[in-house]
C-alpha cells in the first residue's frame, strides 16, 4: 500500500477554482493508476477522475467534464486536480487513491480534503 496525503481543500465561492494535490510515498509512484473520489453529505462516494501511471490518459466522471482537470507529476511523486468553475453541488470531501496498474481495486486512501463551494 500506499501512503497519500492530500492537500488544497478549502472554501470557495461559485465559479471559482482550487487546485488538491495528493503525495504519494512510495518509490514506484508511476505503476499506479490515481484517482479522485468524493463523497458529500447522504451520498455515496463517486469516482469523479482517474488517470493512468504516465499520465498520458484521464476518464471524467460527466458531470466535471470541461471542468476539472486531473494530472500527475510522476517525480514529485503527486497527483493534481484542477477544479474550475465550481458549482454548490461539487461541494465534498475529496479522497485520492492509488491502484496497482493490474488491479482493479483501488487499496490504498489519503485521509481526504474538504471542498466547500458557496453558492
Known amino acids: 500500500q500506499v501512503q497519500l496525503v492530500e492537500s488544497g481543500g478549502g472554501l470557495v465561492q461559485a465559479g471559482g477554482s482550487l487546485r488538491l494535490s495528493c503525495a504519494a510515498s512510495?518509490?514506484?509512484?508511476?505503476?499506479?493508476?490515481m484517482g479522485w473520489f468524493r463523497q458529500a453529505p447522504g451520498k455515496e462516494r463517486e469516482l469523479v477522475a482517474s488517470i493512468n501511471g504516465n499520465g498520458a490518459s484521464t476518464i471524467y466522471v460527466d458531470s466535471v467534464k470541461g471542468r476539472f482537470t486531473c494530472s500527475r507529476d510522476n517525480a514529485k511523486n503527486t497527483v493534481y486536480l484542477q477544479m474550475n468553475s465550481l458549482y454548490a453541488e461539487d461541494t465534498a470531501v475529496y479522497y485520492c487513491?492509488?491502484?496497482?496498474?493490474?488491479?482493479?481495486?483501488?487499496?490504498?486512501w489519503g485521509q481526504g480534503t474538504q471542498v466547500t463551494v458557496s453558492s
Open positions: 512510495t518509490r514506484t509512484f508511476s505503476v499506479y493508476v
Open positions: 487513491a492509488a491502484r496497482p496498474i493490474m488491479s482493479a481495486t483501488y487499496n490504498s
